[in-house]
Nanobody
Framework: QVQLVESGGGVVQPGGSLRLSCAAS????????MSWYRQAPGKERELVAA???????NYADSVKGRFTISRDNIRNMVYLQMNSLRPEDTAVYFC?????????WGQGTQVTVSS
């Protein structure tokens, strides 16, 4: 059974930082593209960052230079380091594992950027 469990969300002031983690189990982790998505209230879910094994991360324009996606294929973990956070980064952040055939989602973790 595949499980993706996010953690690390919380409330932070504008300009602050958070590091999200996603623990994956039940799948051949290194073969999956790992991604972070987010969904703000009243908005569609959007891609934040994605990373394949051996590749650099791809980022939404809105987070380039502020967010960094990384993965640890030994621990089956993917991370999202978020710096210089803005109120518009407030959303539920989801971890996704995908291949051409399969797609799995975590339950999400809330990030709130507010003074």
């Amino acid at each position: 059974q595949v499980q993706l469990v996010e953690s690390g969300g919380g409330v932070v002031q504008p300009g602050g930082s958070l590091r999200l983690s996603c623990a994956a189990s039940g799948l051949p982790f290194s073969t999956y593209v790992m991604s972070w998505y987010r969904q703000a209230p009243g908005k569609e879910r959007e891609l934040v960052a994605a990373r394949s094994t051996g590749q650099y991360g791809n980022y939404a324009d809105s987070v380039k230079g502020r967010f960094t996606i990384s993965r640890d294929n030994i621990r089956n973990m993917v991370y999202l380091q978020m710096n210089s956070l803005r109120p518009e980064d407030t959303a539920v952040y989801f971890c996704k594992a995908s291949t051409d055939r399969y797609e799995y989602w975590g339950q999400g973790t809330q990030v709130t950027v507010s003074s």
